[in-house]
């Protein structure tokens, strides 16, 4: 065997290490999300038909009562991105449990990969998978009520959706690292947080109703600041309805992003040390 | 630790808090007394025990899943608690009855993924899963979603997980566990031809079969309610028994007869019997053959008749009989 077949063939055979590993590792957490998740083609009516549900009733109330139309789009995109809401509480926060349950947390926890690559790769997995969901939400939406949309400034756009999802993602991996430790309490705070966050982000109305405390109170979920941006961003009256300057959002929500994704990785690696302590890792709690 | 060692354990304990019934005090539980252990590179070590003897809670500590409560570990020669990520990488570990992987996924897309948590390269990753799917006889099922395998199907898939990523110790806990005869057989044989093509590797094999670690383990730890009660070869523990006689009957159901007055029979070591569908089972351990004639009086007495009589060479299960006192089912 000549030196160069030895060396290819040394390469083809050596494990990754280092951020070759991390990076595997993120591409194959996120895999299942990504490519097994559309397997199951019950997602178009629990993840399409059924928020399209919610979006319908308040565009109704909106029309019934003749708010200006532009509140037609703000329900829409709202429902589009309660989407990603739903996704980051039980398919994030509560991960860890599920995997718990069925025997994998053990093994991830075992594997030399990195923690945090497997968390980033359900965060990536679930933001893509997500994505096609409120995409078509987006779209069927937009066709069934007519929405009009003036984008005043697409590469700001994609900046504060990009960081919106950032910062929600931050928030999600922090839960995940936070209910580690938890079994069944992981999925009952899911449960409980679910529907106020729909009230306090104005998912189906401008934030501002609020009023100035109330909507300071709610920016610390960044669906908030984001919502808010992206419709200022995407309508003719957003701004007059907006909360805070666009500007501000995106601050906002960057320092909220860098907040949650350190926490994430504090919480991970401590809650990870507690449950070996502790012996809450194994499936089977004693 | 010597480097020649795989694994070892000195004065492991591991004691679980547990919450008791409402308004009563957390209490505590001995998982693991006193555990020492040393296992050699190359060896297939087995531990042998019932249902909460401590087996699974000795092998999540050495990998890394579990704190011991006191005491130290070593596996590879790296501490588990203190070095847990240099002895990631080497090893890995199979579980009996474990739902791992998602439904969604094919077979082969989960153990890629796996294998990807390893660093293995995805052409490598893919030519192991093949061969080894192929071994186990699950080769057919490749491109199957795991939701659609059978129990016997799944437990051959998380076999082959273990074997993928070619740990150097490889801890196997409870593999074949509710499979039926030839699933068992395939992952017995493949865990045979694993270590016979890797001399150097160990497996740490923990099962309440007891054919199965005499068929395969080079030495048996029995542990019981926490404690090694015994550490050797299979043969040398059942040389223990070897100079006294064991007999198996199948007698007419016992209805007043306790084994306490069989035992007090002088030469009567030990009396085990157990309900049958047709009767009753008596085992007998005799210091010698010739005591055989009063037990079977002392049945006659009784009413007792003896449908079949069996002489028979000690099996590990009386090894664990005459070590702990009670058979290895009764917790």
């Known amino acids: 065997m000549s030196l160069w077949s030895w060396w290819v063939a040394h390469l083809m055979k050596s494990k990754a290490r280092g951020w070759k590993l991390f990076l595997k590792t993120v591409i194959a957490r996120a895999y299942p999300r990504v490519i097994a998740q559309q397997r199951e083609k019950s997602w178009i009516f629990f993840d399409v038909f059924l928020p399209m549900l919610a979006v319908s009733a308040y565009v109704f109330i909106y029309r019934a009562i003749g708010a200006p139309e532009d509140y037609v789009g703000f329900v829409v995109l709202g429902g589009a991105m309660t989407a990603f809401w739903l996704n980051v509480l039980w398919s994030m926060s509560t991960q860890f449990y599920w995997e718990k349950e069925t025997g994998n947390l053990s093994l991830f926890i075992m594997a030399p990969a990195p923690k945090m690559a497997i968390l980033l790769g359900m965060a990536l997995g679930g933001m893509v998978a997500t994505s096609l969901r409120a995409g078509t939400i987006i779209i069927v939406g937009s066709f069934l009520f007519r929405v009009r949309y003036s984008v005043f400034n697409p590469p700001l756009l994609a900046v504060v959706f990009i960081l919106t999802l950032v910062a929600l993602y931050g928030l999600g991996m922090m839960n995940a690292s936070l209910f580690l430790l938890w079994g069944r309490e992981a999925w009952h705070l899911a449960s409980l947080a679910q529907e106020p966050i729909y009230l306090l982000s104005g998912f189906y109305f401008p934030i501002k109703s609020l009023g100035f405390w109330v909507a300071v109170l709610a920016s610390l979920i960044p669906l908030t600041l984001g919502l808010d941006a992206m419709r200022q961003l995407l309508f003719p009256s957003g701004s007059a309805l907006g909360f805070l300057n666009v500007y501000l959002e995106v601050a906002g929500l960057a320092v909220l992003s860098v907040i949650f994704l350190a926490a994430a990785r504090f919480l991970l690696n401590y809650m990870e040390r507690k449950a070996i302590s502790e012996g809450r890792l194994l499936e089977i709690q004693r | ?331």
């Open chain 2, 1 to 331: 630790m010597p480097g020649d060692l795989a694994i070892k354990t000195e004065n492991l304990w591991r004691i679980y808090t547990v919450q008791g019934k409402r308004r009563e005090p957390r209490k505590e539980v001995i998982a693991l007394r006193d555990v020492n252990l040393e296992i050699p590179r190359g060896e297939l070590f087995g531990l042998l025990g019932p249902n909460g003897a401590g087996k699974t809670t000795l092998i999540k500590i050495l990998t890394t899943l579990l704190a011991p409560t006191s005491g130290r570990a070593w596996v590879a020669g790296f501490d588990v608690v203190h070095e847990s990520h240099k002895i990631r990488p080497l090893i890995n570990m199979v579980s009996g009855g474990e739902t791992s992987g998602y439904g969604l996924l094919t077979v082969r897309e989960n153990l890629w993924m796996f294998a990807q948590f390893y660093g293995i390269p995805s052409s490598e990753a893919n030519r192991r899963i093949e061969e080894l799917l192929r071994r186990v006889g699950l080769a057919e099922w490749m491109h199957a979603k795991v939701s659609q395998l059978s129990t016997g199907m799944r437990q051959k898939m998380n076999v082959v997980r273990g074997f993928l990523t070619e740990p150097e110790i490889l801890f196997l806990d409870e593999p074949t566990l509710g499979l039926d005869v030839n699933a068992a057989r395939q992952i017995r044989q493949l865990i045979k031809e694993w270590l016979a093509e890797h001399p150097n590797r160990t497996i740490l094999l923990t099962t309440h079969y007891m054919q199965e670690a005499d068929e395969l383990c080079d030495r048996v730890a029995i542990i019981d309610q926490g404690r090694i009660v015994a550490c050797d070869s299979p043969a040398a523990l059942k040389q223990r028994l070897q100079r006294e006689a064991i007999f198996e009957l199948d007698i007419t159901y016992p209805n007043d007869l306790a084994p306490r007055s069989l035992e007090a029979i002088s030469g009567v070591r030990r009396a085990l019997v157990s309900e049958t569908d047709t009767g009753a089972k008596l085992d007998l351990v005799l210091e010698e053959e010739s005591v055989l004639a009063e037990v079977i009086h002392v049945l006659s007495t009784h009413s007792i008749q003896v449908r079949r009589l069996t002489k028979r060479e000690p099996t590990l299960e009386d090894v664990f009989v005459e070590l702990v006192g009670r058979p290895f089912d009764e917790e």
